[in-house]
């Protein structure tokens, strides 16, 4: 692929992702249909590449903020692109309306991956002469610190492109997970919902205050989360591995999973439960310096992550 990338929508997410290209390496051009919001991202950019040089994690802030340019148009942008991140609105219709953009004005060659949380990329590249060259690449942010990208592709996306889309993905410094096809959520957001729906059910039954729950992840389960998954977790945790697990504890759990079925919405006074005693821990007017305090945590542990790669080994 050559260098140019194509960032469309400027928003939280898509300057997030000029971090991601531009640290690479690579050329980045911003577009926003709302300039001011691509001009905000240039200021936000300058920020986080800051905190990141401040955590070890950058050298040269400043080189890395030069590679990147607000383009004037949708056009300008793409000109010359291989790749283009749309990150626009999570609605159906304006992902619709952007691809139909995109297609005008797209060369042969540009692969464009969506970071859509939940929509998948058949609702919206349908019938596109750019359809076989559009796939899924979900991130979870601040991708410059959060190292996964979902790669799923619609019905229609050519093979190559999901090879090329990881490629780049990898080169970049991401860690790109394939999924065969589309499944509504992905899978990050499939397994949040049911660790979600588990922890409201649990503070809705009294079992424990909304801080416990969260503990058993921040001080229990997330520690290992960290650095490996759920079927290495129980693979390492019993003296067979995976299989002599499963014969000692399936069962036991499969009752746990039994017992929850079958899932209801929330109702307002258990979101109030939980959102009120958020709320003493955490005053909304320190939401916002909680969400910093969260992105450094974040950077620290990235910096920490890349030391034990190399001393431990991953
Ligand atoms: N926020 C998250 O934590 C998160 C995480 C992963 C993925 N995502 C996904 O990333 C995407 C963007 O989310 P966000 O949180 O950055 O949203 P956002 O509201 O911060 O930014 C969206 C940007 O898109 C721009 N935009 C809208 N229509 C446009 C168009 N036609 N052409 C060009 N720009 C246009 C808006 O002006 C806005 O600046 C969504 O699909 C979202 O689901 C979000």
């Known amino acids: ?15 997030a992702w000029a971090i991601v290209f531009a640290r690479a390496g690579r050329a980045v051009a911003l577009y926003d249909e709302n300039r001011a919001q691509a001009e905000q991202a240039l200021s936000r950019i300058e920020i986080n590449l800051e905190a990141l040089a401040n955590s070890g994690l950058i050298d040269a802030p400043a080189e890395v903020l030069a590679r990147v340019a607000v383009a004037d148009s949708l056009g300008e942008a793409l000109d010359g692109a291989a790749y283009a991140q749309e990150s626009v609105f999570e609605r159906a219709e304006v992902k619709q309306a952007v691809y139909a953009e995109i297609d005008k004005v797209a060369g042969q060659a540009l692969v464009v991956g969506s970071s859509s949380s939940g929509i998948p990329a058949s609702v919206f590249t349908e019938g596109l ?12 942010n601040p991708p410059y610190v959060i190292p996964l990208v979902e790669i799923v592709p619609a019905p229609w ?23 065969t096809r589309e499944v509504d959520g992905f899978i990050a957001n499939r397994l949040q919902a049911a660790l979600l729906w588990e922890a409201f ?18 001080e229990g389960l997330g520690r290992r989360w960290a650095f490996i998954g759920p079927f290495e977790t129980i693979d390492l945790n019993a003296p067979g591995g995976l299989a002599d697990y ?34 003493q821990h955490l005053p909304m007017d320190g939401h916002l310096a909680r969400q910093a305090w969260r992105d450094r945590r974040l950077m620290a542990l990235a910096a920490h992550m890349t030391e034990a790669d190399k001393k431990i080994g991953r």
């Not at 050519?158 to 394939?178: I, N």
């Open 201 to 218: 059910r649990l503070l809705e039954g009294g079992y424990a205050t909304a801080e416990d729950i969260d503990k058993t992840i921040s």
């Open 157 to 179: 996306t050519e093979a190559g492109v999901v090879e090329r889309a990881s490629a780049l993905m990898s080169e970049v410094g991401m860690v790109p997970v394939r999924l």
């Open 1 to 15: 692929m050559t260098e140019k990338i194509a960032i469309v929508g400027a928003g939280l997410v898509g300057s």
């Open 246 to 279: 499963a014969a000692r504890l399936g069962a036991g759990f499969f009752e746990l999973v039994k017992q929850g079925e079958p899932a209801a919405p929330w109702s307002k006074t258990l979101i109030a439960k939980a959102h009120d005693e958020r709320r």
């Open 129 to 140: 002469g750019c359809g076989p060259r559009c796939l899924i690449a979900h991130p979870i």
